[in-house]
T-cell receptor, first 118, second 117 residues
């Protein structure tokens, strides 16, 4: 079953506002979560790596002040798109890795969040 | 960083025939190569994976081969069915020393597979 839950699945916001997307690991502790962005008909592009209790590591070209990532607990990471613009409209998806013998290094993806900025 | 190239971008196959999708990667330190199937607006679904110490893996109609020397890996789907139609992504995982040793996935550009009934 689904072990990484992402919310909301769809969100529409006005240009200039901020929107928060949550990613939760439901039955395991995720010390590391990853945030991806996927534009229509394109691949998943890694935006940042989120480590519990520390600052996120952003990929080149991703504005850390615009895409705020918080990983305050072992089961929750949030992505906040600040001052959203229409070009930020995209499919945002998180993933988490469960480390250990029980699950191995399995990668679990959230359901994704469609963001539309109008 | 790691760079993953995927070909072809689109592939149409007659139902019952085989489909092959190929990927190359740039960093020889990559150690894990999953393949994902993604339907529109949904999360990627892992369909098969292979680790760097194995050359081939098969799961019913799906197989993956890995050539570490040439740094390429391929997905093979036999006896294709209409429900195989989707976008397929390859990926390569590498440990990022600059990022707490986190293992990052780099995705290929995707292949839209269409099975023609």
């Amino acid at each position: 079953g689904a072990v990484v839950s992402q919310h909301p699945s769809r969100v529409i916001c006005k240009s200039g506002t901020s929107v928060k997307i949550e990613c939760r690991s439901l039955d395991f502790q995720a010390t590391t979560m990853f945030w991806y962005r996927q534009f229509p008909k394109q691949s998943l592009m890694l935006m940042a790596t989120s480590n519990e209790g520390s600052k996120a590591t952003y990929e080149q070209g991703v504005e850390k002040d615009k895409f705020l990532i918080n990983h305050a607990s072992l089961t929750l990471s949030t992505l906040t798109v600040t001052s959203a613009h229409p070009e930020d409209s995209s499919f945002y998806i998180c993933s988490a890795t469960s480390v250990g013998q029980a699950r191995g290094n399995t990668i679990y993806f959230g359901e994704g969040s469609w963001l539309t900025v109008v | 960083g790691e760079n993953v190239e995927q070909h072809p971008s689109t592939l149409s196959v007659q139902e019952g025939d085989s489909a092959v999708i190929k990927c190359t990667y740039s960093d020889s330190a990559s150690n894990y190569f999953p393949w994902y199937k993604q339907e529109l607006g949904k999360r990627p679904q892992l369909i098969i994976d292979i680790r760097s110490n194995v050359g081939e893996k098969k799961d019913q109609r799906i197989a993956v081969t890995l050539n570490k020397t040439a740094k390429h890996f391929s997905l093979h789907i036999t006896e294709t069915q209409p429900e195989d139609s989707a976008v397929y992504f390859c990926a390569a995982k590498i440990r990022d020393i600059s990022n707490f040793g986190n293992e990052k996935l780099t995705f290929g550009t995707g292949t839209r597979l269409t099975i023609i009934p």
